[in-house]
């Protein structure tokens, strides 16, 4: 159950007002201010329609009734007519401008989340849910849209109506006035037990939802597990249990509304009951007019639905802080990774030389750029406290136009390595410069727009083929996007589809085979032309013959580029001008491929284990 409540903490609600929060929202509106200004403007004059009906109801009674003055109800029926026809437009131009309110503030911060989480560093998406991040983004923008165009604005309306029903019924008569308010005391306490339920019923069933999406997302993407090992009998009882609960959390706030409003309306009956009494009794004596008790009557219901309103919008404002208190969490997250103050850029004339000075990183280290407080040992593993280091002291250089290979057991930090120099994460000590201008000092733009990634996982996006190519960048050419397609062999089934370059691809790639996807993410590095290219095994999931063609376009294309090439199999760096091997995030040995065999250490190891056949006996 400890799991369970930390997973969902962040269902939890806070307060159901927070001034801090409502401040901050707030600040939306203020591009739209005259629009808001327009929609409470709407509100107060529809406000004052809500006292015409029962006025007219009074002077019918009290004057044109007893006078038989015809024309008079005549005119008093016209006035009527009019009212009910302005309220409706009131009312209708209001609906339209609030709920146009409420979608430019969904616009407008769904826009800057957005462009938020796109600045986020890496370290942020590795410790927070994908489906966390997506809950902000809508669902949580949606409540906040809600908010707006159902909330913050109509409430005005629903209070202008209380007070100016209020006022009409104290200038009327007082006396009555005051009679007709005495349920107030348990309308109060209706409504604090409502909220109080309503609450609690709500929180469960945010959690229950949360849970329920948990679940779902956790066994589609893994449902090949799932039919693998003939889970399905055991996960569709676990979802009917975790469904139930969200079940019954939905039916317990039902009945808390389904006792509410009718407990509303008894109290209205009673409101109504006490005009009836107090007034009849006052007609009898003489000191009250049918046309006044008419009036409240009318009043008196009319009085009560905004009560009904601001306990609804009670539960939508505390949903709408909670909410806004998760996306503010997320917007005030600042990323680790940023463009420098004061930026260096790079020569006019960029070599592509790539050098390491005594670089130190750990994932779970004290906090990026700053210095660890110890040191540890070779298993990475050091004093309590200590970062646990997954690069350790490392240093070398790559010359322009020189091919490095860099290979050694999995967990030898050699990905790491790579994520370090595209500057996905900062080191805690030490630093990485490219043709002598320290990475940290260049704009982010500047730097990766240098450096082409190819990586094992390969990502294509639900478009076609040419978006996936050049990513929607318009000044890259349709030659030069399939001069790279070609070179590197992918033009070849490219050509074969129904619809070319123009051949929409399913979620991730689907559609393609793993061996040409990994043809299109080589020709889409290639097409942004880099100076640097990185291969993370890269060839490590393509049959021998596409790997042939990548090794091929690889011997074209790296002449006078510099390469960092990572590679479980040995035959792909065989060809490298220099060979690192890593052990423990430390180089451990480096040379050519004749002299790391000769040598007889790690690299011998390893490439014995993948040519050498074991002997039989």
């Known amino acids: 159950m400890t799991s369970q409540s930390q997973i969902h903490e962040e269902e939890a609600l806070g307060k159901a007002y927070d001034a801090r929060l409502m401040r901050r929202l707030l600040r939306y509106l203020i591009p739209y201010r005259w629009p808001v200004v327009a929609a409470v403007a709407l509100l107060l004059l529809a406000s004052v329609v809500e006292l015409v009906g029962p006025w007219l109801t009074k002077i019918a009674l009290d004057e044109a009734v007893p006078a038989g003055d015809g024309r008079l109800l005549g005119i008093l029926a016209a006035v009527y007519v009019v009212s009910l026809l302005a309220a409706l437009l009131l009312q209708y131009a209001d609906e339209l401008l609030t709920t146009w309110l409420g979608q430019r503030v969904m616009y407008d911060l769904r826009t800057q989340i957005f462009a938020h989480l796109q600045r986020l560093d890496l370290r942020y998406y590795d410790r927070t849910p994908v489906g966390r991040t997506l809950t902000r983004v809508t669902s949580d923008v949606e409540v906040l849209n809600e908010l707006f165009s159902s909330g913050v604005v109509t409430v005005f309306g629903d209070v202008f109506t209380l007070v100016f029903i209020v006022g009409a019924m104290l200038i009327m008569d007082w006396k009555l006035a005051l009679v007709t308010f005495a349920v107030l005391p348990f309308v109060a306490l209706v409504a604090f037990l409502f909220r109080a339920k309503v609450r609690e019923a709500y ?18 993407t893994g449902i090949r597990v799932v039919q693998l090992f003939n889970r399905e009998a055991a996960d569709a009882r676990r979802f009917r249990e975790l469904d139930r609960d969200y079940l019954n959390a939905h ?18 009956s009673v409101a109504l009951a006490l005009i009836i009494w107090y007034g009849g009794l006052s007609l009898l004596g003489g000191t009250l007019t049918l046309g006044v008790i008419a009036a409240f009557l009318q ?206 691809l399913s979620e991730r790639g689907s559609s393609l085979s793993v061996g040409e996807r990994q043809l299109v993410s080589f020709a889409r590095a290639l097409t942004f032309a880099p100076l640097i290219l990185v291969l993370d095994e890269a060839t ?69 284990l993948q040519f050498e056949r074991a002997p039989v006996g």
């Open 299 to 504: 009043y008196a219901r009319r009085f009560f639905r905004p009560i009904q309103d601001l306990s609804e919008k009670y539960n939508l404002l505390q949903g709408a802080m909670a909410s806004s208190e998760r996306i503010f969490k997320l917007l005030d997250t600042q990323p680790n990774i940023r463009d420098p103050d004061s930026p260096l850029h790079l020569p006019k004339e960029p070599r592509g030389e790539i050098e390491f000075r005594d670089v130190w990183f750990a994932y779970d280290g004290s906090g990026e750029g700053k210095e660890p407080v110890a040191t540890a040992g070779p298993s990475g593993n050091g004093p309590a406290g200590a970062p646990t280091w997954v690069i350790r002291g490392l240093s070398f250089r790559v010359a322009p136009g020189e091919r490095l290979a860099i290979v050694g057991h999995t967990g030898a930090g050699k990905t790491t390595l790579i994520n370090l120099l595209m500057r996905f994460y900062d080191p805690q000590r030490g630093e990485i410069l490219l043709d002598g201008v320290p990475i940290r000092r260049l704009p982010l733009a500047e730097l990766r727009s240098r450096i082409g990634l190819v990586l094992q996982d390969v990502f294509l996006f639900s478009h076609d083929v040419a978006y996936n190519l050049r990513l929607g960048n318009q000044s890259i050419d349709a030659a030069r996007m399939r001069n790279a397609a070609a070179r590197v062999g992918a033009a070849r089934f490219i050509d074969r589809l129904p619809r070319g370059y123009a051949q929409p």
């Open 540 to 608: 490590s999931s393509v049959d021998s013959e596409i790997e042939a063609q990548i090794q091929q376009a690889i011997e074209e294309l790296l002449h006078g580029r510099t390469s960092l090439v990572i590679a479980h199999r040995l035959s792909t760096v065989q060809n490298a001008d220099r060979i690192i091997v890593m052990h423990h995030g430390e180089i451990r040995e480096e040379g050519s491929h004749e002299e790391l065999l000769e040598r007889g250490g790690i690299y011998a190891r390893l490439h014995e």
């Open 251 to 268: 039916l317990r706030s039902i009945r808390y509304y389904a006792l509410f409003f009718p407990a509303i309306e008894l109290l209205t």
């Open 203 to 220: 929180r469960d069933i945010r959690v229950r939802l949360a849970r329920l999406n948990a679940f779902l997302n956790e066994r589609f």
